[in-house]
């Protein structure tokens, strides 16, 4: 019987909840559609976690990111999205998700949120950067110096 996409994310016990360790998950199928056109944007989403009492199942995980391929959201929404959802199934004591967006309209666009225990927020960073300097992330450009007046 052929999977079908879910948003239900099983759990297990961590096997070692006393020792802190990271676990990688590199994701690179994943989808969902442009909010704006319809059009398929593609992504490599990769999470981070140090587990607390639980960890995610990965059947479950994949059936997770297969359920956006047909839902319009914006790259910072279902980064986000992904994260909290994460969080409200495992608690981890951190956990970063990254989604790196392939190229669109000659912008590629790196999104990384993270997630501390206790800290009670999260940092969002979001890096849009030019295909030709993909993998750098961009700064803000230095405000012009103040203009003189002729003397």
């Known amino acids: 019987m052929p999977s079908t996409p879910s948003r239900a994310l099983e759990t297990f016990p961590n096997p070692r909840p006393g020792r802190d360790y990271e676990i990688r998950f590199d994701c690179p199928e994943f989808t969902c559609l442009c909010p704006k056109t319809g059009q398929p944007d593609f992504a490599t989403i990769r999470i981070r976690y140090v587990p607390g009492a639980l960890c995610v199942e990965l059947k479950s995980l994949k059936l997770y990111l297969w359920s956006f391929r047909t839902e319009g959201h914006f790259h910072e929404d279902v980064t986000n999205r992904i994260l909290d959802d994460l969080v409200a ?8 998700v990254e989604g790196d967006f392939l ?4 912008i590629h ?3 990384v949120v993270e997630h501390v225990a206790g800290k009670g927020s999260r940092a969002a960073r979001s890096a849009a950067t030019s295909s030709a300097a993909a993998g750098r992330r961009t700064a803000p450009k230095p405000a012009p110096a103040p203009s003189r007046k002729p003397r």
């Open 89 to 96: 199934a495992v608690a981890p004591r951190r956990m970063t």
């Open 103 to 106: 190229v669109r309209g000659g």
């Open 109 to 111: 666009t790196v999104v």
